[in-house]
Each structure stands twice: as C-alpha cells, then as structure tokens.
C-alpha cells in the first residue's frame, strides 16, 4: 500500500510559478512510476507529467518547457515546479503511484492517488 500526500498548490497570478511536492510511503518509491495529473470543473483528468520508475520524463504539450518533474528517491518525494503559469493551468492537481508500469499516462494505470492540491491561477 502506497500513500500519497500533495502539497504545495495555492494561488498565484499570471506568470508566476509554484512547486508542488508528493511524499509517498513505502520502501520501493524508486520502483514506482510517478505522476501528476489535473482536473478543472467539468472536464476530465488529463495527464501532465510523468517520472518513470527508468528515468524517463514526458509531458503533455501544453506545459513543455514551463513544467518540470522530478523525483527524490531518498526522500520519496516527487515534484513539479510549475512556472510561467496561465489561467488555462487552474485545476487540481493530482498526484500518482504505479507499481505495475514503469511508464504511463493513462489514469486507468495508476494504482495510488493523492487527495489533491488546488492551483488556481489569476489573470
């Protein structure tokens, strides 16, 4: 059983950043594919960044070259330092755990989630 815990999120004005962190329990982290994905009111969870349990980092177009994942096995930590961020960037944040894929970007593939952490970016 994993755990995850997000914080970080709050709000923020147009072209500014934040950095969201995931802590997870457990012993394996490093065997874990890692990811976050967001939800706004009324659409569904869409996919933002991945790191696989190889090292391999993706993200969806929109956010290349303003987000950034990355992982800290030692203290089972992920994070994504979120700048340049734009009203469209407004969700909840989710974090997620996969023991069963080294990498992917489907929901459906994802065994753990974390509650949640609100972003909400100003115009």
């Known amino acids: 059983q994993v755990q995850l815990v997000e914080s970080g999120g709050g709000l923020v004005q147009a072209g500014g950043s934040l950095r969201l962190s995931c802590a997870a329990s457990?012993?394996?982290?490093?065997?874990?594919?890692m990811a976050w994905f967001r939800q706004a009111p009324g659409k569904e969870r869409e996919f933002v960044a991945i790191s696989g349990s190889g090292g391999r980092t993706s993200y969806v177009d929109s956010v290349k070259g303003r987000f950034t994942i990355s992982r800290d096995n030692a203290k089972n930590t992920v994070y994504l330092q979120m700048n340049s961020l734009k009203p469209e960037d407004t969700a909840v944040y989710y974090c997620?755990?996969?023991?069963?894929?080294?990498?992917?970007?489907?929901?459906?593939?994802?065994?753990?989630w974390g509650q949640g952490t609100q972003v909400t970016v100003s115009s």
């Open positions: 457990g012993r394996t982290f490093s065997n874990y594919a």
């Open positions: 997620a755990a996969s023991g069963s894929y080294s990498y992917a970007v489907s929901p459906a593939l994802y065994d753990y």
